[in-house]
């Protein structure tokens, strides 16, 4: 708070180390995923459901966060790709069944550390691997070994693999839990993470805040100024580029655009 007002008194000394502040930036149309992260990240350290505010041009019910079904991976989903990937690189298939570029396995491993950290994939992550997949070809088709029941099956689950990453459906072979989000005066029962304003939150309390902020509104100080007050033991703090340069100078992001 005393980014906001440096004439605030100094931090109690029995509190200090007490509270934490994240701030990460994200990018333009990637609230969901950032967000689902977010809270996962918070239920598996806190075990608890913190509440989410919303800042930016819109109220809650027309946010990009409203009425969210937003997915976990359970354990990590670049392995799953990577292993995906094995397969089709593996003797089992190729050269015979599956043509790789030159250096597939660095080419796979290059595009998998440049893939987002996210707890689910993004669309622009779903995207680089598509266009990994397509640089595979199948040699072959299953139709071609009508006379060899092994080989006309590896050929088949080639092709199943190959056509996965390609069109991005391994996605939903993922193991995964779900949020759900909604703005916080639905019927109870209907949502699993609240969504205030900030007009909402004032006078309010939650031992956890995460705060998303997108766009330029006049209105990004004085959220900012409610989570803070209002957080008692962690206040996550997601925003684009254009929302963080209306915030305090003095605030170190954990990660850039």
């Known amino acids: 708070m005393r980014c906001f007002d440096g004439a605030l008194p100094e931090t109690d000394e029995q509190l200090e180390e007490r509270g934490k502040i994240r701030l990460t930036l994200y990018e333009p149309g990637e609230e969901a995923p950032n967000l689902a992260t977010t809270l996962a990240e918070i239920k598996?350290?806190?075990?608890?459901?913190?509440?989410?505010?919303?800042?930016?041009p819109e109220p809650v019910r027309?946010?990009?966060?409203?009425?969210?079904?937003?997915?976990?991976?359970?354990?990590?989903?670049?392995?799953?790709?990577?292993?995906?990937?094995?397969?089709?690189?593996?003797?089992t298939y190729r050269p015979v069944i599956v043509a790789a570029p030159t250096n597939a396995e660095s080419r796979v491993e290059t595009t998998l550390r440049k893939?987002?950290?996210?707890?689910?994939?993004?669309?622009?992550?779903?995207?680089?691997?598509?266009?990994?997949?397509?640089?595979?070809?199948?040699?072959?088709?299953?139709?071609?070994?009508?006379?060899?029941?092994?080989?006309?099956?590896?050929?088949?689950?080639?092709?199943?693999?190959?056509?996965?990453?390609?069109?991005?459906?391994?996605?939903?072979?993922?193991?995964?839990?779900?949020?759900?989000?909604?703005?916080?005066?639905?019927?109870?029962?209907?949502?699993?993470?609240?969504?205030?304003?900030?007009?909402?939150?004032?006078?309010?309390e939650a031992e956890a805040v995460v705060l998303v902020m997108r766009g330029r509104t006049t209105s990004h100080r004085q959220a900012t100024y409610v989570g803070?007050?209002?957080?008692?033991?962690?206040?996550?703090?997601?925003?684009?580029?254009a929302a963080a340069s209306a915030l305090p100078p003095d605030f170190v992001w954990d990660s850039s655009l």
């Open 44 to 56: 598996s350290a806190l075990h608890i459901t913190p509440v989410v505010i919303w800042s930016g």
């Open 62 to 91: 027309d946010s990009p966060i409203h009425g969210l079904e937003m997915r976990v991976a359970e354990g990590s989903w670049h392995d799953h790709v990577r292993k995906l990937f094995q397969r089709l690189l593996s003797k």
């Open 115 to 204: 893939l987002s950290r996210l707890r689910f994939p993004a669309e622009s992550d779903i995207e680089a691997i598509r266009r990994l997949a397509k640089s595979f070809q199948l040699t072959v088709e299953s139709s071609d070994y009508t006379h060899n029941s092994k080989r006309r099956e590896r050929a088949h689950t080639a092709k199943q693999l190959l056509t996965a990453l390609q069109t991005g459906d391994w996605v939903e072979g993922l193991p995964h839990s779900t949020f759900h989000t909604a703005a916080f005066d639905d019927p109870f029962g209907m949502f699993r993470v609240r969504v205030f304003g900030v007009p909402d939150f004032k006078g309010l």
């Open 228 to 241: 803070i007050s209002r957080a008692r033991a962690l206040l996550w703090i997601l925003a684009d580029r």
